[in-house]
């Protein structure tokens, strides 16, 4: 029989040995990954992994979705390179902290739940662009030192260990799921190379993890006005881009596990990891989607496996660094390349020729900045955007107005679809004001008035109708159109005879 117990989430079963194994196996994958990522952004790999133990330790306990992993990102490193070269770790160590109080705010503000403005499109091109940027990362552990291609016998034996990896990883689960598939495919690679003595990159050739405990250090920088106004842009970036990423990372966690994470409660979790992270000498960091969906996929549900992992990784750092240095590169290339293929949404290459023209634009153009510019934030801004222009164009050319006379000669204009800045043009063109009856009504019981620029197209059509000796009632107001109105009388005066107080006409 399973054994199970509750840790830090009384409403989340744990398998004791799926979280336990699938931790150790993040552990590992989370070891060249961080180190990578302090060396793109000019750090030492200390800062890499203090990082990814302190965002991982702290995420794991408190963090709104249980099973997700945090640690040192490639999106961080990249906002941070330049202050690095720069002005030097200390004003990287400010920074995160800055960041993860911009993080905290977000959350303290329930913030998070603007995630659910990101459209579907704008997801698929994120994960897309990711799962090739985790793919191509992975072409560098094919070049020797001086940045050429492998050849001969080295590149076969690499390639010859990637593929075996890969084959464990796919073929494993298909005959039995009693252990990760992908701690045992880096046991196997790593057993080979050891008692063959095979000679292959190993995780201590790219550099040294051996470590002590994260120091306590305040980051030695002026305590000035000048210094704030210099990190503060970076700060803001760092936690844009921290937090999107993890929201997303979540979204997709969610709907692998059929499961609901709390946005708001992770965006504090990554600020405080992210302040604790710049006091113990890390580079910052967010979720990491790869080795989130190395955990979700090893069966790993619940918060344990997000512990398990952070603690392995500084016991690695402490006290294994010799042996962990030996693990081949193979086997975590093989990893990350599994991870990339199933990160990547395969369903997505079917919406070319399903869905409408404007989402797969988005879609390619989200997966285009974020392979290209390498910038989260930047990428998902832009899809947001363009989706919404898209949208509102969309909504601005389905206003029209039907048109009928009742018994008494008075003319209705019944409006359909909502009113606001992009389809006030459309609106103005739909009314025939010089050879209207002397009484008209603009019936807006299935519109609605949105905005400014709408109470401004009504203040003008009144005007025009008024200045022609026409009456003009506006009918079916919903309440907040109403008080819409109202707010913007002492600056608009929207002109409806026998109703100076927007007391709408009721049937």
Same mark, same amino acid.
């Given at each position: 029989?399973?054994?199970?117990?509750?840790?830090?989430?009384t409403?989340?079963?744990?398998?004791y040995?799926?979280?336990?194994?699938?931790?150790?196996?993040v552990?590992?994958?989370?070891v060249?990954?961080a180190?990578?990522?302090a060396?793109m952004?000019?750090l030492?790999?200390l800062?890499?992994?203090y990082?990814?133990?302190m965002?991982?330790?702290?995420?794991?306990?408190?963090?709104?979705?249980p099973g997700?992993?945090?640690?040192?990102?490639g999106?961080v490193?990249?906002?941070?390179?330049?202050?690095?070269?720069s @002005?030097g770790?200390?004003?990287?160590f400010a920074?995160?902290?800055?960041a993860g =109080?911009?993080?905290?705010a977000?959350?303290?503000?329930?913030?998070g739940k603007?995630?659910? *403005?990101?459209?579907?499109?704008?997801?698929?091109?994120?994960?897309?662009?990711?799962?090739?940027?985790?793919?191509?990362?992975q072409?560098?552990?094919?070049?020797?030192?001086?940045?050429n291609?492998?050849?001969?016998?080295?590149?076969?034996?690499?390639?010859?260990l990637?593929?075996?990896?890969?084959l464990?990883?796919?073929?494993?689960?298909?005959l039995?799921?009693?252990?990760?598939?992908?701690?045992?495919?880096i046991?196997?690679? !790593?057993g080979?190379?050891?008692w063959?003595?095979?000679?292959?990159?190993?995780?201590?050739?790219i550099?040294?993890?051996?470590?002590?405990?994260?120091? #306590? @250090?305040?980051?030695?920088?002026?305590f000035?006005?000048?210094?704030?106004m210099l990190?503060?842009?970076?700060?803001?970036?760092?936690?844009?881009?921290?937090l999107?990423?993890?929201?997303?990372?979540?979204?997709?966690?969610?709907?692998?596990?059929e499961?609901r994470?709390?946005?708001?409660?992770?965006? &504090?979790?990554?600020?405080?990891?992210?302040? #604790?992270?710049?006091?113990?000498?890390?580079?910052?960091?967010?979720?990491?989607i790869?080795q989130?969906?190395?955990?979700?996929?090893?069966?790993a549900r619940?918060?344990?496996?997000?512990?398990?992992?952070? &603690?392995?990784?500084l016991?690695?750092?402490?006290?294994?660094?010799?042996l962990?240095?030996?693990?081949p590169m193979?086997?975590l290339?093989?990893?990350?390349?599994?991870?990339?293929?199933?990160?990547f949404?395969?369903?997505?290459?079917?919406? #070319?020729?399903?869905?409408?023209?404007?989402?797969?634009?988005?879609?390619?153009l989200?997966?285009?900045v974020?392979?290209?510019?390498?910038? *989260?934030?930047?990428?998902?801004?832009?899809?947001?955007? =363009?989706?919404a222009?898209?949208?509102?164009?969309?909504?601005?050319?389905?206003?029209?107005?039907?048109?009928? !006379?009742?018994?008494?000669?008075?003319?209705?204009?019944?409006?359909?679809?909502?009113?606001?800045?992009g389809?006030v043009?459309?609106?103005?063109?739909?009314?025939? =004001?010089?050879?209207?009856?002397?009484?008209?009504?603009?019936?807006?019981?299935?519109s609605r008035?949105?905005?400014?620029s709408?109470?401004?197209?009504?203040?003008k059509?009144?005007?025009?109708y008024?200045?022609?000796?026409?009456?003009?009632?506006?009918?079916?107001?919903s309440?907040?159109?109403r008080?819409l109105?109202?707010?913007?009388?002492? =600056?608009?005066?929207?002109?409806i005879?026998?109703d100076?107080?927007?007391?709408?006409?009721?049937d």
């Amino acid at each position: 029989m399973k054994k199970y117990l509750n840790l830090f989430d009384t409403t989340q079963k744990v398998n004791y040995k799926t979280e336990i194994l699938s931790g150790l196996t993040v552990a590992l994958a989370l070891v060249p990954e961080a180190v990578a990522f302090a060396l793109m952004a000019g750090l030492s790999p200390l800062t890499g992994l203090y990082a990814a133990f302190m965002m991982g330790f702290v995420t794991s306990i408190l963090g709104g979705r249980p099973g997700m992993i945090s640690g040192a990102t490639g999106a961080v490193a990249i906002v941070i390179v330049t202050l690095a070269k720069s @002005h030097g770790v200390e004003y990287i160590f400010a920074t995160v902290i800055l960041a993860g =109080i911009i993080q905290m705010a977000a959350g303290f503000l329930k913030l998070g739940k603007l995630i659910r *403005l990101v459209p579907h499109p704008v997801i698929f091109g994120f994960v897309n662009g990711l799962a090739i940027i985790i793919f191509m990362s992975q072409l560098d552990q094919f070049k020797d030192i001086s940045g050429n291609w492998l050849t001969g016998s080295s590149l076969y034996i690499l390639l010859g260990l990637v593929l075996l990896t890969m084959l464990i990883i796919w073929g494993l689960p298909r005959l039995t799921k009693a252990i990760p598939a992908s701690l045992t495919a880096i046991l196997v690679v !790593f057993g080979i190379v050891f008692w063959t003595g095979i000679d292959t990159k190993t995780v201590g050739d790219i550099a040294s993890i051996k470590g002590e405990f994260p120091p #306590f @250090h305040i980051p030695s920088i002026p305590f000035t006005l000048e210094t704030l106004m210099l990190i503060l842009p970076y700060a803001a970036i760092v936690a844009g881009v921290g937090l999107i990423e993890s929201l997303l990372t979540l979204n997709i966690v969610d709907e692998i596990t059929e499961t609901r994470g709390r946005g708001n409660k992770e965006a &504090v979790a990554q600020g405080i990891a992210n302040v #604790f992270s710049g006091f113990f000498s890390g580079m910052g960091g967010c979720a990491m989607i790869g080795q989130s969906l190395i955990n979700v996929s090893n069966g790993a549900r619940a918060r344990l496996s997000g512990i398990v992992a952070s &603690v392995m990784l500084l016991v690695f750092v402490m006290y294994g660094s010799a042996l962990i240095e030996k693990v081949p590169m193979a086997a975590l290339t093989g990893l990350m390349v599994m991870v990339a293929i199933g990160t990547f949404e395969w369903a997505s290459l079917k919406t #070319f020729t399903k869905f409408p023209k404007s989402d797969v634009f988005v879609m390619v153009l989200v997966t285009l900045v974020t392979v290209f510019l390498h910038n *989260l934030a930047l990428a998902v801004l832009i899809g947001v955007i =363009i989706a919404a222009l898209v949208f509102a164009w969309d909504n601005a050319k389905r206003v029209r107005a039907r048109k009928r !006379f009742d018994e008494k000669g008075i003319k209705y204009y019944e409006i359909y679809g909502p009113l606001f800045f992009g389809s006030v043009t459309a609106f103005n063109e739909k009314f025939d =004001i010089l050879n209207d009856p002397q009484e008209v009504i603009i019936d807006f019981a299935e519109s609605r008035v949105v905005d400014m620029s709408a109470i401004e197209a009504l203040n003008k059509i009144t005007e025009r109708y008024h200045k022609v000796g026409k009456k003009v009632q506006l009918k079916h107001l919903s309440p907040d159109c109403r008080q819409l109105i109202k707010n913007a009388e002492e =600056i608009i005066v929207v002109n409806i005879l026998e109703d100076p107080s927007y007391k709408v006409v009721m049937d």
